[in-house]
């Protein structure tokens, strides 16, 4: 009896593992997709793309474009391809869905009618907000089989269960690099720099820019690496503060304004942790994403120093520097930058907040010096104290061939910019920063 109701289960077994595989078969799609692959020619051996990149394919490219962004030699070239692939079923928000297999996230995503936007305020249904798209700030980081993990930067897998809903999972982020500075950044008072050890850093990955002369980018395009909550980073940073004995405690990048969530958390646990007067909250930021109630909040949190880099005065110029070819989104951050930088400046400056604005020189980024005349004019109508340091763009990354501007240019841009009114002008140069 029992014999033949097990060879009755078989034959079931066998005729649905038939059934299934048929079906499997008539499930067969191909969609127009962008895989990446290394150029022997072109390839310098650098290792930049695998010992940052953590490349979610395993053995196939699905089309994450992390590594193509990352290579600074640009030895890695999109290829436009039909993919033919099996569509398998996965679960958004309980609902089960077909996607093609060979993929990432957002682009089965995408292909359900899903839009990914790089502009906080974008965001609506069905628009998700993805700003790096290299798997580094998990903005768009979604719960993968209960997992937190970057839409941008996982696989599809038959099955999986996908929740959107994010909105009461502890936010996650790459952050490395924890540091004492001699400097400090753009925002760091001029008058302390150059005293030994004065701020400790850390570096947030992931970038809504394209920079060409990304001075970070082995941060900025980083994907590899256990990603932290925001208490984990702020007791490391609190950790090296106690170890290097500064009061000063900043977050550069990358840009680490982008996951809003974690970022605010960060703050407000680093403000329980250092509640001495003497600490001091920073900030380092392009200010493209920094919206006026966002300011706010990052405020309420604790920040007291921020250091905005203000890429451009004109579009044009603001287009070449960041490499943001699209029109819409160049103007976007472009006016939030500069609405950001006079609202905390009427609002929060200088007691509450001390800004200190960072704008980046190389002459082969402007018009002519009348540009940069004007960039200075508008900074001094927000406010002419302001503290101003002009950054000298140089051979990086991708940019190899810039020529790093004199020590005599830098002097003749730091006469021009306060002949315009600024009263607090600091210039970079390769022997270090000249002050007022
Ligand atoms: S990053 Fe570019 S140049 Fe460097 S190893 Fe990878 S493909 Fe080659
Ligand atoms: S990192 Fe992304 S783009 Fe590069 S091979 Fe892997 S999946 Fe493809
Ligand atoms: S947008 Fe996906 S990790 Fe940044």
Redesign the pocket.
């Known amino acids: 009896m029992i014999q033949s109701y097990l060879k009755l289960l078989g034959l079931l077994y066998i005729l649905w593992d038939v059934a299934v595989s048929s079906f499997s078969e008539i499930l067969m799609g191909s969609i127009k997709f962008t895989?990446?692959?290394r150029s022997q020619q072109l390839c310098m051996k650098c290792g930049v793309?695998v010992s940052i990149?953590?490349?979610?394919?395993d053995t196939?490219?699905?089309?994450?474009?992390?590594?193509?962004l990352a290579c600074p030699f640009e030895a890695?070239i999109p290829e436009e391809v039909e993919l033919v692939s099996r569509e398998i079923p996965i679960w958004i928000n309980d609902e089960k869905v077909f996607v093609p297999e060979g993929i990432?996230l957002k682009i089965a995503l995408e292909l359900l009618g899903y839009e990914f936007v790089k502009f906080p305020l974008d965001v609506g249904p069905k628009k998700i907000y993805a700003p790096c798209e290299t798997g580094g700030c998990y903005s768009c980081a979604v719960l993968v089989d209960g997992i937190l993990a970057p839409l941008c930067?996982t696989a599809v897998r038959e099955n999986i269960k996908i929740n959107l809903d994010v909105s009461n999972v502890e936010p996650l982020r790459i952050v490395e690099s924890f540091i004492p500075h001699t400097v400090g950044g753009v925002g760091t008072p001029w008058w302390i720099k150059g005293k030994g050890y004065i701020e400790v850093a850390c570096f947030a990955a992931g970038c809504n820019l394209r920079c060409r002369t990304c001075q970070n980018f082995t941060i900025t395009y980083r994907s590899l690496g256990k990603p932290m909550t925001p208490q984990e980073a702020a007791e490391l940073l609190t950790k090296t503060r106690r170890r290097y004995g500064v009061d000063r405690l900043a977050i550069s990048g990358g840009e680490p304004t982008l996951n809003r969530a974690w970022l605010v958390r960060f703050f407000k646990e680093l403000k329980r942790l250092n509640p001495d007067t003497k600490a001091r909250l920073h900030l380092d930021t392009n200010t493209t994403l920094l919206t006026r109630d966002y300011i706010d909040e990052l405020v309420n949190a604790g920040v007291t120093d921020i250091g905005p880099d203000l890429k451009a005065y004109t579009l044009e110029t603001f287009k070449k520097i960041t490499n943001i070819t699209d029109d819409t989104y160049a103007r976007k951050y472009l006016e939030t930058s500069w609405d950001a930088v006079k609202y905390m400046v009427d609002n929060y400056y200088p007691d509450t907040l001390f800004v200190g604005i960072g704008i980046p020189y190389n002459r082969e980024f402007y018009k002519d010096l009348e540009e940069l005349a004007k960039f200075g004019e508008a900074i001094a109508r927000i406010n002419p104290e302001l503290q101003v340091c002009v950054l000298d763009y140089r051979a990086e990354f991708r940019a190899q061939t810039l020529r790093r501007p004199t020590i005599e240019e830098m002097l003749t841009i730091k006469k021009l910019l306060n002949d315009v009114g600024l009263k607090t002008v600091i210039v970079q140069t390769y022997l270090g920063h000249f002050g007022p």
């Open positions: 895989r990446y692959r793309c990149v953590k490349c979610p394919g196939n490219c699905i089309g994450c474009s992390s590594c193509y890695i990432t930067h």
